[in-house]
Every structure is written in C-alpha cells, then in structure tokens.
C-alpha cells in the first residue's frame, strides 16, 4: 500500500501506544509482549516498502522504547523460566523462521552433495569419506560393517562415559556453530556445510554396502539423530541471526542491530540445551538396543513429534494468533485458550511415555524405568491444562 495510507490506517494506533508508555505503573510485561509482536511487524513492513521514510525511523524509535519497557519491567521470578519456554522461544523461532528454513535448506543441499560425491567416487576404498572425516574412522566402520555390527560403536563404551562424552561434544558444536556467525554468517554456513556433507557420505556408505545395511543404520541412528539434526539446523539460525545483525541493521545502529541479533541467537542456543541432553541420552543409553524394531520407531516417532509440534506448528501458532489479536485501546493480553496446548503436550508425554516403558520393560531393558519420568511429566501437563481450562471456562460464565 503507499505510505500515506499505510501512516493514515495505524498513526492512531500508534499514538495510543504512545500515551500508554507514558503512564507510570501500568506495564504489564506479557501486555507489551503482545504489543510488541505487532509493532515489530508494523516496523519490518515499512523497512521493506519504505527503508528511507520517517516513518520507518519513527517506529524503529517506538519499537525501542517498547523493548527497554518490556526488559525493564519484566518479572524476574520462577514465571520467567516458565515463559521463556512457552512464550519467549516459540516467538524468537518465529520471528528466525527464514533463518530456520535457510538453515535446513542448506544442511538438505550440502547432505546431497556429500550423498552424490560418495555415489561418484571412482575409487573403491570410500577415498571421498576418507576425505571428509579420516582414515580411522573408516577403517574402523569398515571393519565394524564386515562383523555384521555395522552401528556396534554405540555398544562399547560404558553408558554413563558415553553420555557426558556425547552431551558435552553436541554442546561444544552449537557453541561453535553459534560463534560462527560472528564472521558475517560465513562461518556458521561452513560448519553447516561441513556438516551435512559428511552426514550424507557417512549414509551412503552404509546404502552403498546394502539396502539391510542401510536401513539398519538409519534405524539406529534416528534415535538420536532427530533431534542432534534438529540441534543443527536450530544452532546454524542462531548463528546467521548474529551473523545477519553484522549486515543488515536496518534503521538500528551497528551496534543496537549486533546486540539484538546475539541476544535472538543466544534464545534460540540455549533453548536447544535441553534438547541436546536428550538426544545424549538417548544415543548412549538406548541406541545400543536398535535391534528392537519396536523400540527404535517409538524413539523415532516421539522425538520426531516433539520436533515438529514444539519447534515448527508451535511458534506458527503463537506468532499467527498474537498477530490477529485485535487492538481494542490495547487492552488485551494473550487472548487464545492455553490449556489446549497444555493438555495436548501432556499426552504426547503420557503416552509416548507409556508405550516407551512398557517396550523397553518388555524387552527386558532397565532403561525403560526411566521412561516413567515421561509418563508423571504428562500427568502434570494434562493436570495443569485442565486447571487451566477451569479458569478459563470462568472468565467465559462471567
């Protein structure tokens, strides 16, 4: 639309905002949250249609001033850890969604090009593998696929060794992916590059042996490897987010636009932490039971769910209901009912939980106790979003 009808349809909105920032003692900091997702959409569609107006530096000063209220005012207590993941990082993911797609879209296109350079390899000794990784570790999977263990590397090491071994080096990689980006994002897009590479030369080496051989390793290795290439593709947004602040500043200084950018990306690596232990966990203490078909798609399956449903549809969710709230004197909040994610997630939990258990227990595995953690997990979300929607159907009667 042309400026004058773009300033025409929302300076009245944007001058309630400002009358409202200049009262004292009425911040309420998940109010200017809503608020703030809204004005920062206002703001991003007049730096794309209108770069050098004043209007766009007029926003860029009164989304600003939003923030420092929204940072000032925020309650610093038990809520705010809850928030940061029900709120704070869905909406940070959503606001890095083109990063996020970019992110994947180059681990998928470097995954071909190390797939497609391992199928065109002329030699016969996997020189191209050799290349991306070592000879050590070829040879060794080599001599692992001729035993009829293709995947036995994940059976030989103490479980409790394997889990900090693998949790801390998964951690190190996001780090580094992440302090990548300081180099205007190149860095990052190498170590993603690199990374996808090896992985698409590391599966066909294994297809290239047979199709059993290679349906048995990706069984195996998608029980951790959903999450860890999640883990990648998250890690790699964090850090073009840092990097991208480098070079696009929009109507920010450099340094205001740096500062933003290492704080969405810090979001975006710390959320994934929790993940990574996960995945840790999974890889050392459940992966070694891949032969159990059964077990090996229950794993696959949930954590393929919990991916998609919290990191994907999510954040989609959130960011599209906050944007159609609607602006009535600005006095609303989050005004979608809650609890239905709430009890939704629970029995994810409940029964990805029950069905986990009672394979592992089945199988005779110790390591299905620990999926009872699941189970209360669930009870505690279904219990808490059905509270929830007492309060709610409340506010309805009222």
Same mark, same amino acid.
């Given at each position: ?42 703001l991003s569609y007049a730096k794309t249609h209108y770069p050098d107006s004043k209007v766009t530096i007029y926003l860029n000063q009164l989304s600003s001033k939003l923030h420092a209220e929204i940072y000032k005012n925020k309650r610093e207590k038990n809520r705010r850890f809850i928030t940061f993941w029900t709120t704070e990082l869905p909406l940070t993911i959503y606001r890095q969604r083109k990063l ?147 070079? $696009?500043?929009?109507? *920010?200084?450099?340094? @205001?636009?740096?500062?933003?950018? #290492? !704080?969405?990306? %810090?979001?975006?690596?710390? /959320? ?57 004197? $600005?006095?609303?909040? *989050?005004?979608?009912? @809650?609890?239905?994610?709430?009890? #939704? !997630?629970?029995? %994810?939990?409940?029964?990805? /939980? ?43 009667l009222v």
């Open positions: 639309m042309k400026e004058t009808i773009f300033i025409k349809k929302y300076k009245d909105k944007w001058k309630d905002l400002e009358g409202y920032l200049q009262k004292t003692g009425s911040s309420d900091p998940d109010y200017l949250s809503s608020l703030y997702v809204q004005l920062t959409d206002d996020v797609l970019a992110s994947f879209i180059g681990l998928l296109i470097s995954f071909s090009i190390g797939w497609i350079s391992s199928a065109n390899d002329p030699s016969d000794n996997n020189s191209f593998m050799r290349l991306v990784t070592s000879d050590q570790y070829v040879d060794e999977t080599e001599e692992r696929i001729d035993n009829g263990d293709p995947i036995g590397v994940y059976g030989e090491d103490n479980h409790i060794n394997m889990f900090f071994m693998i949790t801390m080096n998964n951690i190190r990689v996001s780090i580094v992916f992440f302090v990548l980006g300081i180099f205007v994002g190149i860095g990052t897009l190498f170590a993603l590059v690199k990374n996808g590479i090896v992985l698409g030369a590391f599966f066909f080496m294994f297809f290239d042996v047979s199709y059993e051989t290679g349906v048995t390793a990706l069984s195996a290795i998608m029980m951790h490897g959903t999450i860890e290439i999640t883990e990648m593709v998250y890690s790699g947004a964090a850090g073009m987010a840092l990097g991208g602040s480098f070079l $696009f500043t929009g109507t *920010y200084t450099r340094a @205001e636009s740096i500062k933003r950018g #290492a !704080i969405e990306g %810090l979001k975006i690596l710390f /959320g994934m932490m929790p993940f990574i232990i996960v995945a840790g966990f999974i890889e050392s203490f459940l992966t070694r039971y891949h032969g159990n078909l059964l077990l090996s798609a229950t794993v696959i399956l949930l954590s393929l769910g919990v991916v998609i449903s919290y990191f994907i549809i999510y954040p989609l969710i959130l960011g599209s209901r906050l944007k159609r709230v609607s602006m009535e004197g $600005f006095q609303y909040g *989050y005004q979608y009912p @809650e609890y239905r994610i709430t009890i #939704a !997630i629970g029995i %994810l939990w409940f029964v990805g /939980g029950m069905v986990a258990t009672f394979v592992t227990l089945h199988a005779g595995e110790n390591a299905g106790i620990l999926f009872t953690g699941a189970i209360i997990t669930g009870v505690v979300k279904i219990i808490q979003g059905l509270n929830a929607w007492k309060k709610y159907r409340r506010k309805e």
